[in-house]
């Protein structure tokens, strides 16, 4: 902890409008002369543009978004993680075994490793964490629905945690190597939901220091870190002696203050600004598809028009998007067919099935009923004109998607669909959804492994949250699918659940309840000067654990 | 019309015709032609679609098949613009014809409704004063939603006080001038005098401060626009038009250029006129 008087020097720092480039000045003071070789330099601070929506709360345990978990990886650490090769690997948990039955898994925890209030890292802060994602009140979405058939954890030693679950569960450790499920300290959660989101405490290799709404999220090292995943390049604590986390929503502003080195990376990358920026020689490109699902719009099969299989055909049928997907990403993001993200091996595409062919969708919608066509060319039916709600997260979607989506209207249009888009914030949007008043959503899912499907389209993902949220937005309700996903999710030969992920998605496919449109884009530019970073193979945050800034 | 206004036109009429219009009032009134034309009928000044879609055209620089360009969508942003005019126009014209009458009843109960009505009055002006015009416009939308009919109430509203606030002025002056004196005098009633005498006068600045004020109001429904609260997809407004370029304002310039030139001008196009008036009306006093 800091003391009054630093934080006030801090923050007078901070309203000096050139404090961040003063910092990266001083920074290249430190580096050596041979910065330009592969020796790291420690020191620096470094400033990271993100352009998501500013998380609302910062303990990624509560609601549970990739803006969350962006933060959430710089001073979180979890049980386990992934390697590249998508096996999972060592983390906080050093190894783990299933019972016969599968439904109870031991695992053995590192014994040395303290969070950063000094409670010390142990089994029993385990169980005090999942208890804390599995708590209503804590308002959890996506750690409280991956833990679904985790029914308890026991504390057998310091060092051993014991998980029970109600079923078996292929996805478990998938499960816990995501930031959602990160492991906070039982004394920072113990000072309740408003302090925790404002600096949740971890065992990572940042700690938060200080959080300016609207503005900025202020991140010191830890220097007693000593708990990275298997994977990382190095020990110990981290190069960098600070990240200053600025939100800048606008990505022209995001884009020039990086030209102009005032910030160091930016997320959320626009496609054009790629384009140009892939030509210089001083800004590089990471390019982290995130895993889960794909970037997909969904039909709410749940309500009219899309509770008729063949207007949820006429609707794919009609629609264009393979031209507006080239043009408008300029070559950075790729069309999908299937459900899931192109980094799950599990994947199933399948093209035929999305063929634009505005005849055919207007003999489905014609033998559907809606053969009659108003004064402005759209389709009516007993006097309700053939409208389509299409919310649109201004935070979750890139302009060039909120593009795409106008495109999608118009060519829609010509089959005689009204699409109404309206743009939204967050909030509004959630509320949107929350009450049912949509046709047509793009919401993106990430999570690590196929499991995603079961969250997505198992019926039991119509009921909501304790967030609120409900995560099943197309509103498939199908034994058969259920059923699918029910066995994958608990099987442990991993053909066999390939195979049932296969069939679960050829009925998602064939059922027209989802147009694909890309791999959930997540593109980082980054300064040349910053060096060694990498995304997670978890779920494609950048961490910058490993990270040094070059001197110039 | 009173005696007085009809007076008062026939002399400005006249002076109209001894001074000659400067350049920049010919610009001006052309310009404004241009919108009323393009407002009236769009399709005498583009042919093209403005909502037509073209993924392969994206991104085309202006050409004599596209004058002004043609924007993320391949869609001509030259009829883009001329179909904006209407959206921005109506907002505008419709805000500042809100603000105005709602600024005249407020302005009348204050100017004209005795001591008691009048702090009353003035109290609420200068509530609704302390918030930025912009920020009570956000908050209007806050709670009746986006949308372009939301947007023109909200900037009609954050307008009207200002209205108000000169009306109410306007009114005292003129209560206590000779004319009305004498009127009073005559025996005539209290409407009669407010309606044949006072409003009269104290109208006409208002022309001229509504011709300004319509400029404004459109840059205000253009700000909504580009925040998302006012006009939405597909529709080609220009503050829309400008939210939706400036992510590519490094890469493609014609697509915020010409709509933030199309707001630049209405609005000098009609502070030129309004001042005009101004000096006309202030000739003729």
Redesign the interface.
Known sequence: MHSSTQHRARRALASVASATVLALLLAGCQASPDAASSAPVEGGTLTYASGDAEPSCLDPHVGGNYPQALLAGQFLDSLVSRDADGEIIPWLATEWSASEDRLSWEFTLRDDVTFTDGTPFNAEAVKVNVEHLKDPATESSTGYLALGKVESVEAVSDTVARFTLSAPDSALLESLSMPWLAIESPAGIARGMEENCQAPIGTGPFIVDEWVKQDHVSLVRNDDYNSPPADAKHDGKAYLEAIEWRFIPDSASRYAALQAGQVDVLDNAQPDTIASAEKTTTLAHLDAPRPGASNRIELNAGAAPFNDPAVREAFIRAVDVNDGIESLFFGSAERSYSPLSSVESAGYSDESLFGTDLDEANTLLDEAGWSEKDADGYRVKDGERLTLDFPVSTNQSIPAEQSLFEQIQATAKQAGFDVQLSLLDLSSWYGVLAENEYDLVSAPYTKVGPDVLRILYHSDGIVPAPSGYFANLSQVSDPQLDDLLTRASEISDNDERSDLYEQAQKIILEGFHILPLYDQQNHFLLSTEVKGTRSMPTVSTPTFYDTWLAGK | MSELDLRTAAASATHVRRVRLSVGEVLASLFVLFLVVATIAPGVLSSIDP???S??E??ESPSTDHWFGTD???RDIYSRVVAGTSTSLLIGISATAIGLTLGLILGVLAGFGGRALDFTVNRVIEVLFAFPGLLLALLVIVIAG?GPVTATIAVGLSTAPGYARIIRGQLISIRSSGYVEAARVLGHGRWRVLTRHILPNALAPLVVLATLGVGQAVVWAAALSYL?LGA???AAEWGAMLS?G???????WWLTVFPGLMIVLTTIATTVLGRSLTRRTAANA
């Open positions: 909502n037509a879609i993924a392969k994206a991104f993320e969508s391949g986006p998302g939405q997809p597909p939706a400036r992510t590519y304002i490094g890469t493609a």
